[in-house]
């Protein structure tokens, strides 16, 4: 009993250390001049520039993640036609964003669609920047976060089995109509959980957007790079405003994760 009472002592000065403080810092930190300094420093243009282009990356990568992302849930689970080898390789390259460094991802994407680069040359000829614009920015984050809907609906298509969606198909029913009324509903909470984190994950993303944006101000910087050239440059107050914004909306997904999470269990 004092051993167990000791690990959830040790628990809680962890949490506080790690969460806690740094959370009541940011918070005074961006109150530091007033609420005229609050505001002032969220409400200036490269602030409202980088929540804005956080947004949009969000959204946009939010998106393509929930739709590939159990399409290809469903090729690795259900689909016959792709053999036992090539769907353990299909496996691997999923996994491949756990185990590369985010900012390594960001490199491979400019040395595959840089400026100075065949693919990237010809892209930008053609009028359509990729490194160092939003595009990029886009493909560095989905690089980052793909995995994490693949892995929330796999294990519940799994789960599930095959069977109800063979009875829909020998009564008749079409593929999309098998979906949604037969598959959907059981893997829904799952593919919402799989969205919280997606979001989560793209909101804090530093590494890979910072090589791939370049962080020019005004033009490619998202709330992160923001935070981090604010502290560079010892504007602390500012840092900590846009830090607090994204710290709201972390522990608001945090809330919405757990939500999610235990309707995911239930059902």
């Given at each position: ?47 409202l ?47 491949l ?53 693949v ?63 370049g ?17 560079e ?35």
């Amino acid at each position: 009993m004092t051993i167990r009472r000791t690990w959830i002592g040790l628990t809680y000065i962890v949490f506080t250390l790690l969460l806690i403080i740094p959370l009541i810092e940011i918070f005074t930190g961006s109150w530091a001049d007033g609420w005229s300094g609050f505001i002032e420093g969220l409400t200036r243009k490269q602030s409202l520039h980088a929540l804005q282009m956080t947004a949009s990356i969000v959204v946009v990568v939010t998106v393509i993640n929930t739709v590939f992302g159990v399409m290809l849930a469903l090729y690795l689970v259900r689909a016959e036609w792709i053999g036992a080898r090539m769907k353990r390789l299909l496996n691997s390259i999923v996994d491949l964003p756990f185990a590369v460094s985010p900012v390594i991802g960001g490199l491979m994407i400019v040395l595959l669609l840089g400026p100075n680069t065949v693919i990237g040359a010809f892209f930008e000829d053609s009028g359509f920047k990729v490194v160092y614009a939003l595009p990029g920015m886009i493909l560095a984050s989905l690089f980052v976060t793909f995995p994490l809907m693949v892995r929330e609906v796999l294990p519940v298509l799994q789960e599930i089995g095959a069977q109800q969606e063979e009875a829909a198909s020998t009564l008749g029913a079409y593929s999309w109509y098998t979906f949604w009324k037969v598959t959907w509903p059981s893997i829904r909470w799952g593919v919402i959980y799989g969205v919280v984190l997606t979001v989560a994950r793209t909101l804090g993303e530093f590494g890979a957007v910072l090589v791939v944006s370049g962080n020019i101000m005004n033009k490619t910087q998202t709330a992160t790079t923001l935070v981090y050239q604010d502290v560079e440059n010892f504007n602390v107050v500012e840092a900590n405003g846009v830090a607090l914004v994204l710290a709201v909306f972390s522990v608001g997904l945090l809330l919405l994760m757990e939500w999610a999470k235990k309707r995911k269990e239930v059902h």
